[in-house]
């Protein structure tokens, strides 16, 4: 059976609930209500398998600390015997704007710890998608922006990208990198067509 290793970075703990920094646990709990399961907690991460057309999917929340993620992601790919271009990590990202999105099938780090360490441990050849957090903060906050709590307002923004997220992870597992990326891409804010 074809198996898929979906990872959504972010930290664990009730202080880091609905941060920016914990978008990609946002994605997966979304994933997960829709797909009625549930996260246990097993090693290096909370876990939850379900399966999609007959492909068994893994989600996986790390429990490390994000800068260590890496970890947590060659256990789970090793363990399950999960090839790597059926990987896909979710991240926050504040090059983008909030609401925004960009799905690729490798690349660079851009700067985000828990993106860096996966890559230092597994190279970067795996997919990722980045949704944007924006970076509406006074220079050297960072920290203290990613780590901040959306407002409801954001939310609300942030919501129609969690949803298209959802439906990303379902074309990845079907379709492959490549048709979603064509298919979504092009998808601006709130998934209106940008071209």
Do not use: C
């Amino acid at each position: 059976m074809d198996k898929y290793l979906i990872v959504g970075l972010g930290n664990v703990g009730d202080e880091y609930e609905l941060t920016r920094h914990n978008t990609g646990f946002m994605v997966l709990d979304a994933f997960a209500k829709a797909s009625n399961i549930h996260f246990e907690d097993r090693r290096y991460g909370f876990v939850a398998e379900t399966s999609v057309k007959g492909r068994k999917v893994f989600l996986l929340k790390p429990s490390t600390f994000m800068n260590l993620s890496g970890n947590a992601v060659r256990y789970w790919l090793n363990k399950e015997n999960i090839e790597q271009n059926r990987l896909l990590v979710i991240s926050d990202d504040v090059a983008l704007p909030l609401g925004e999105f960009r799905l690729k099938g490798n690349g660079s780090n851009g700067g985000h710890n828990g993106l860096g360490h996966i890559q230092q441990l597994i190279g970067q050849n795996y997919a990722r998608l980045r949704m944007g957090i924006g970076n509406d903060f006074p220079r050297g906050m960072q920290v203290d922006w990613v780590l901040g709590r959306y407002s409801e307002d954001e939310l609300k923004e942030l919501q129609p990208a969690i949803d298209l997220g959802v439906e990303i992870i379902r074309s990845f597992v079907l379709a492959g990198i490549d048709i979603t990326m064509n298919q979504f891409n092009k998808l601006g804010k709130h998934g209106r067509s940008q071209g």
